[in-house]
């Protein structure tokens, strides 16, 4: 079927699927939200000023969250992964990207702030590297595990 | 979708592995269908269907 959303969508017709609902899901809640809110202001909170351009964003990125939520846990990332031996080699690699991505965090953060000069600009720079990689290691191992119990159930071997 | 897919496969002495490189999907669809718990497009069936040597109605056909 021709589509611009075919950019996003992966080759495998059942992974393609799961992703298409979870975006028809997080459109249908917003558009849910977005009328209950309307409504509310309406009757109760009759704001005059809102900040349009800060509703835009809050719809727009828990939108992109939800589905991206709903994608680490469907378990459909590591289709493949079913043996341990390969499980742990999955692991090992999200343990090593992780450490990339918290330091590419910690180099472009260093460029944009410039070299520390004490304590606290340190940990300014140093934390969010460390919590960015620790994130970045949580939702691919959270992911990669849901696929694990998954493919275990389906798979022969 | 209850069907006859894994015991052609096994028949045809397939692998899941072997089966979904064919078909170019993930070997956990290949699980899902296996398993009834998704139904593949027509396309698909068609695919999984020639790589086995059946036809639909031995596949998906129930009696």
Redesign the interface.
């Given at each position: 079927m021709k589509s611009f959303l075919n950019v996003f969508l992966p080759?495998?017709?059942?992974?393609r699927t799961r992703i298409l609902y979870f975006m028809a899901e997080g459109t249908f809640i917003s558009t849910i939200l977005l009328i209950i809110f309307a409504f509310i202001n309406d009757v109760w909170l009759e704001l005059k000023h809102i900040d349009f351009s800060f509703i835009a964003l809050i719809i727009a990125v828990s939108n992109i969250v939800y589905i991206f939520i709903r994608y680490i846990l469907s378990g459909?990332e590591y289709?493949?992964v079913?043996t341990e031996k390969r499980y742990k080699r999955e692991v090992k690699i999200i343990l090593r990207d992780a450490l990339g991505f918290g330091g590419i965090f910690f180099v472009l953060s260093g460029v944009q702030t410039g070299i520390p000069s004490n304590l606290e600009t340190t940990i300014d720079l140093v934390v969010p590297a460390i919590m960015g990689g620790l994130f970045f290691f949580l939702l691919n191992y959270i992911s990669l595990k849901r696929?694990y119990k998954?493919?275990k159930?389906?798979?022969?071997e | 979708m209850v069907n006859k897919i894994k015991l052609a496969r096994t028949e045809a002495g397939l692998?899941?592995?072997q089966l979904a490189l064919r078909v170019?999907?993930?070997?956990?669809?290949i699980?899902?269908i296996?398993?009834g718990?998704?139904n593949?497009?027509l396309q698909?069936c068609i695919a999984i269907a020639k790589e086995l040597g059946r036809t639909l109605d031995d596949l998906f056909w129930e009696d």
């Amino acid at each position: 079927m021709k589509s611009f959303l075919n950019v996003f969508l992966p080759d495998d017709e059942y992974k393609r699927t799961r992703i298409l609902y979870f975006m028809a899901e997080g459109t249908f809640i917003s558009t849910i939200l977005l009328i209950i809110f309307a409504f509310i202001n309406d009757v109760w909170l009759e704001l005059k000023h809102i900040d349009f351009s800060f509703i835009a964003l809050i719809i727009a990125v828990s939108n992109i969250v939800y589905i991206f939520i709903r994608y680490i846990l469907s378990g459909i990332e590591y289709a493949d992964v079913v043996t341990e031996k390969r499980y742990k080699r999955e692991v090992k690699i999200i343990l090593r990207d992780a450490l990339g991505f918290g330091g590419i965090f910690f180099v472009l953060s260093g460029v944009q702030t410039g070299i520390p000069s004490n304590l606290e600009t340190t940990i300014d720079l140093v934390v969010p590297a460390i919590m960015g990689g620790l994130f970045f290691f949580l939702l691919n191992y959270i992911s990669l595990k849901r696929s694990y119990k998954k493919n275990k159930q389906l798979f022969d071997e | 979708m209850v069907n006859k897919i894994k015991l052609a496969r096994t028949e045809a002495g397939l692998t899941q592995e072997q089966l979904a490189l064919r078909v170019k999907v993930t070997r956990q669809t290949i699980g899902l269908i296996e398993k009834g718990k998704y139904n593949p497009s027509l396309q698909l069936c068609i695919a999984i269907a020639k790589e086995l040597g059946r036809t639909l109605d031995d596949l998906f056909w129930e009696d």
